[in-house]
């Protein structure tokens, strides 16, 4: 039977050859992409696939192909995406060390799909990858996060069409519940009493008096601390946290003095420097040697209970714990010099 004869196809369009009877996939598509010097067509075959077994499928392909063309950064997988967002991503945000873990713990439990390319997803796929990804609602909302910013990226960079992730079902979190326990006036003159005697106990007192959260603490550095003036920059977290202006308590200005030298204030034994983990650890048998059971967080709480018992005032409280100011008049035209948040830091007593 002779081949059926089709219509022309336009001009610039596309060209669909018939290889001949032997081939399981006899039509092959190609795109001109040019002329050359004697103004003759070069065409090149379509990606990612070029030959198919019938002429209809052959013209749907190059129907979609003039939709949307194939470019090579259409064969991005999610590790590949994951690897230049990330760079960028924690290169840009001031992420604590637990939340760097948290992100990638997410990334590791989606391994099954690491080499997929993200081009390949549909939204009830991903619900799919979503959903059995864990048990744990946390952990799955930490994972559909994750793939809602790759995708945004991919988004970005044309990578996919649409962000098909952010379709995808939200994830009901169970709601946090956070017990905090403030320390009693005994326990913290326990640690007064005894804190020479055991390492790092001086770091939860430091804690009890500027109100800083266990991530913050760890990453004060000693370039940052002016001695002579009692205030130090730092923080993280938030915008209103970061780098702000933190006056020195009065009774743990010895604390700072000894602690000063190269690096970060709380050093490890060793000298390498304290991350979360470490600190938690150490804050764990600082409160088993007192006999406490206290939580890393239970020293801000403390700090902010008490300011707010004895009267501290409002915007300078906010001001050194690093919370947002709200009222747009003190947030925009005061401005507190450090003597007078050194001189309401130093209010607190226990």
Not at 225 to 246: D, Q, V
């Amino acid at each position: 039977m002779a081949k059926a004869k089709h219509m022309r196809l336009p001009n610039g369009f596309g060209s669909i050859s018939y290889l001949g009877k032997n081939r399981r996939n006899p039509y092959l598509v190609r795109k001109t992409i040019g002329k050359d010097e004697f103004g003759k067509p070069i065409s090149k075959p379509i990606q990612p696939k070029s030959c198919f077994k019938t002429y209809n499928d052959a013209y749907a392909a190059l129907l979609e192909y003039n939709k949307c063309p194939y470019t090579a950064v259409m064969d991005t997988t999610i590790a590949e995406a994951y690897d230049k967002w990330s760079t960028d991503y924690f290169a840009r945000k001031n992420l604590s060390e637990s939340r760097r873990k948290q992100i990638a713990h997410a990334y590791n439990v989606l391994s099954a799909i690491h080499d997929r390319k993200m081009i390949s997803f549909s939204t009830m796929e991903l619900e799919d990858v979503i959903g059995k990804s864990a048990k744990s609602q946390h952990i799955q909302g930490d994972v559909r996060s994750l793939l809602v910013k790759l995708f945004d990226w991919g988004e970005k960079y044309e990578v996919v069409e649409k962000n098909y992730a952010r379709l995808t079902a939200t994830i009901s979190r169970p709601a946090a519940t956070i017990q905090r326990t403030v320390f009693t006036a005994g326990e913290v003159a326990a640690l007064w009493k005894d804190y020479q005697g055991m390492e790092y106990a001086d770091m939860v007192l430091f804690g009890l008096y500027t109100g800083m959260r266990p991530g913050e603490i760890c990453n004060i550095d000693c370039a940052n601390i002016n001695l002579e003036e009692r205030y130090f920059t730092g923080g993280m977290k938030t915008a209103a946290g970061r780098n702000r202006l933190i006056p020195i308590h009065d009774v743990i200005y010895d604390i700072v003095k000894r602690r000063m030298g190269e690096g970060k204030l709380f050093k490890a034994p060793d000298g390498s420097d304290v991350g979360d983990r470490q600190y938690k650890y150490r804050f764990k048998l600082v409160m088993d040697r007192f006999n406490m059971t206290h939580l890393p967080h239970d020293t801000r709480h403390t700090f902010v209970t008490r300011a707010k018992q004895i009267g501290i005032n409002e915007f300078c409280l906010k001001l050194i714990v690093g919370h947002e100011i709200n009222d747009i008049t003190e947030k925009v035209y005061t401005h507190r010099e450090p003597e007078e948040l050194r001189r309401e830091i130093n209010k607190i007593s226990y």
